[in-house]
């Protein structure tokens, strides 16, 4: 292998695919770089075995050939390079590296010790505009789980039928859910169950005007993307009928600033309890007030105008799962609805008349009050 790469190329490359280098390893062929030299170009593959990244880049290549080479080492050596074309060439089981007066040589391991990156076919996939496929990781992947007990829910559910695309995650506390319409190319029906390491890749990666190609081989799922791609093996298990507990019936609502909200949850959560973060929220005529009380810190009290023309309700929520759902809601307004102050409650985006609304819901569940 014999190849000759400018150094942003190189940087390029390295940066794209060392994030999926595991950082402890009892398998010392993953904490390093496939290279693959041909007449098109350089393939730089890393992977975790659950998670793996390829990417193509331009070189001028003299000798194809691959090896692999210690994975954070060259690409702490590629930060310092000066901007000078690097030449890259194995000798044995050894990668040299030059540019300009620096010389390098690192040992690495015969490619065939690496792992084999999954081979699905993208041909007979379906395509997702870069920026739905986004917003739709964005808004939901931060709910997923992270308790091993129910692994089904240490994935994002992906759901492609009648002509739209969803997403849903959850913890069994809180839940995310985002719908957005398909393209043509989504003619199928199907649900997927995808590690959120996988779709953080995804989001790192691809940009939001590309179009990105998908494609599942039995439990493996690729995306792929202007010589980029991303692979991961699917969480196997059936997904929860979440549907069941998104509420239908929910008859108080409220109307309120998302900031404002935010801030008055910040501001009584530093006096909460460390073990529950419980919250007390009020609501009442065009009011919103807040209580904590946790004997051994102390007690805060705060309200603010909301919209809201409802029976009274007291409710009690963890004050981590609000804000994170606040973040994600993204519009000024938001709307939340309740039942009772044992029913889950709901939280959605608000938009005036022109705006356009993203149909996106968040469900958190309540926290049961003290008398």
Sequence with gaps: MNFTITRQNLQKGLAAVSATIPGKTTLPVLSNILFEADADGIRMSATDLDVGVRIRVPADVKEAGSLTAPGKKIQEIAREL??????????GDQVEIRCGKSHFKLNGLPADDFPELPQVG???????????LLSLIRHTSFAV???????????VLWELRDGEMRMVATNGHRLARMRIPAGPSMQTTTQLIVPPDALQQVQRLFAED????VARDGNQLGFSSGGTEVYTR??????????QVIPKDNDKHAFVNR????????????????QTHRIRMEFSQDRMVFNVLTPDLGEAHDEIEVGYDGDPISIGFNANYLLEVLRYVGTDEVKMSFKAPERAATVEPMG???????????LVMPL???D
């Design 82 to 91: 000066p901007d000078q074309p690097v030449q890259l060439n194995s000798r």
């Design 122 to 132: 993208f041909e007979g996939g379906w395509t997702a505009e870069g920026r739905d």
């Design 145 to 155: 789980s992270t308790e091993e007990s129910r692994p089904v829910l240490n994935g």
């Design 210 to 213: 590309a179009e990105v190609s």
């Design 234 to 243: 699917l969480i196997e298990g059936t997904y929860p009928n979440y549907e």
């Design 259 to 274: 900031k404002a909200l935010e801030s008055a949850v910040k501001r009584v959560a530093a006096v909460a309890s460390d």
């Design 352 to 362: 005036g008349e022109d705006d356009q609304v993203p149909d996106y819901l968040c």
């Design 368 to 370: 049961r009050l003290a």
